[in-house]
Nanobody, 120 residues
Framework: QVQLVESGGGLVQAGGSLRLSCAYS????????TAWYRQAPEKQRELVAA???????NYADSAKGRFTISRDNAENTVYLQMNSLKPEDTGVYYC??????????????WGQGTQVTVSS
């Protein structure tokens, strides 16, 4: 079972920055695409940014130019650097990854989420 542990959320004023971390274990599997999702109150979960195991990135239009997703394979961590934060960035941020086990099985895992609150 792939385990993802998010951290780095908190309360920040508009215009501020936060860096979210998603730590994972690589025992018996390979990560494919890892992504950050956001769920605002009473809204559906939406994709914020994604990164493939080869380093190709993809961003939601709302995140382009402000957020950067990256991965540190030595630290087994995927990061989401968020700058110029806006109140509409408020929500619970979830890390998710698709993976392949050493036996060839594929699956998707989710972290528990971390709260980000941006005050105006």
């Amino acid at each position: 079972q792939v385990q993802l542990v998010e951290s780095g959320g908190g309360l920040v004023q508009a215009g501020g920055s936060l860096r979210l971390s998603c730590a994972y274990s690589t025992r018996m599997f390979t990560l494919n695409t890892t992504a950050w999702y956001r769920q605002a109150p009473e809204k559906q979960r939406e994709l914020v940014a994604a990164i493939t195991r080869h380093g190709t990135t993809n961003y939601a239009d709302s995140a382009k130019g402000r957020f950067t997703i990256s991965r540190d394979n030595a630290e087994n961590t995927v990061y989401l650097q968020m700058n110029s934060l806006k109140p509409e960035d408020t929500g619970v941020y979830y890390c998710s990854t698709s993976y392949t086990t050493i036996w060839g099985a594929q699956g998707t895992a989710w972290g528990q989420g971390t709260q980000v609150t941006v005050s105006s």
